[in-house]
């Protein structure tokens, strides 16, 4: 599941490639859509908005074109008549100009919809960790709306805050020293930890390796995440991965049960 600084570098590549460009040809292989034809429109911009992309396109009507990569997705640019890195058959748009393909492969979700339509994707979303109107005051507030839900749940709700993803989670909660089944209320300083939240992924976004260790060095970058049986950076404990979550939407955990004990 990819993280909010990860959509952000992929609308920053989207952005680059194509803003500004007429687009020469389009193809959205999926069947809502199949039959959609936006060649000769303009692309505006790419932005993220949380974990989603918003590719505005301007032709007879203002389009909005909104992708989310959930689990494998991802965008890749590349020269017209290169050698696609994922089989053609997992594409699901391609974005043609005169001397550039935009290919989304194996995204979770595509859809076009009138620009003034974009507020129902994106408007029941939490403050945006990497927008431009972050607010980690309204973020706490969100998450106090359900004191009594498990703090890794919460972080994950992307209606509380957008942009954290399961490893940011884990990786927030061993930082704080909170174990991940802990009530919101009970966790001690929630605005330290979305403060956190914005730091990192800001940090990260810049970075081809995200880490909340400050190493750089893959194997190193992280504390728990990943790391399932393997010594606690910090004390040596073996790190606990665990299934957390309700059913259906239960994701593996990590935690140390030394640095972040239930309370
Ligand atoms: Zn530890």
Redesign the pocket.
């Known amino acids: 599941m990819p993280e909010g600084d990860t959509v952000w570098r992929a609308a920053q590549l989207l952005d680059g490639a194509l803003s500004g460009k007429v687009l020469t040809r389009t193809d959205v292989r999926v069947p809502a859509y199949a039959t959609w034809d936006l060649a000769g429109a303009r692309v505006v911009e790419t932005v993220s908005r949380g974990k989603h992309l918003l590719t505005r396109i301007d032709g007879e009507r203002r389009w909005t074109l909104h992708t989310h990569l959930k689990m494998e997705g991802g965008w890749r640019v590349l020269r017209p008549g290169g050698r696609w890195p994922r089989p053609a058959h997992t594409a699901r748009v391609i974005l043609e100009t005169a001397d550039t393909v935009a290919v989304g492969f194996q995204l979770g979700i595509v859809e076009l919809v009138a620009r003034e339509e974009e507020d129902t994707i994106v408007g029941h979303l939490g403050p945006d960790l990497l927008g431009p109107g972050w607010d980690a005051a309204e973020a706490v507030r969100r998450l106090h709306e359900q004191p009594d839900r498990a703090i890794k749940e919460a972080l994950l709700d992307q209606t509380r805050l957008a942009g954290v993803g399961n490893m940011y989670a884990c990786e927030l909660l061993f930082l704080a020293g909170v174990a991940p089944e802990t009530p919101v209320r009970a966790v001690p300083d929630l605005l330290r930890m979305v403060e956190r939240a914005h730091q990192l992924l800001d940090h990260n976004r810049h970075r081809a390796v995200q880490s909340t260790t400050g190493d750089l060095a893959r194997g190193r970058n992280l504390w728990v995440y990943g790391r399932g049986g393997q010594p ?1 950076r ?4 073996p790190i606990v991965e665990a299934t957390l979550g309700d059913a259906g939407r239960a994701r593996v955990t990590y935690s ?1 049960p ?2 972040q004990p239930a309370s």
Not at 234 to 237: A, D, E, F, P
Request: glycine share 12%; proline share 0%.
């Open positions: 606690c910090r004390c040596g404990t140390c030394s640095c």
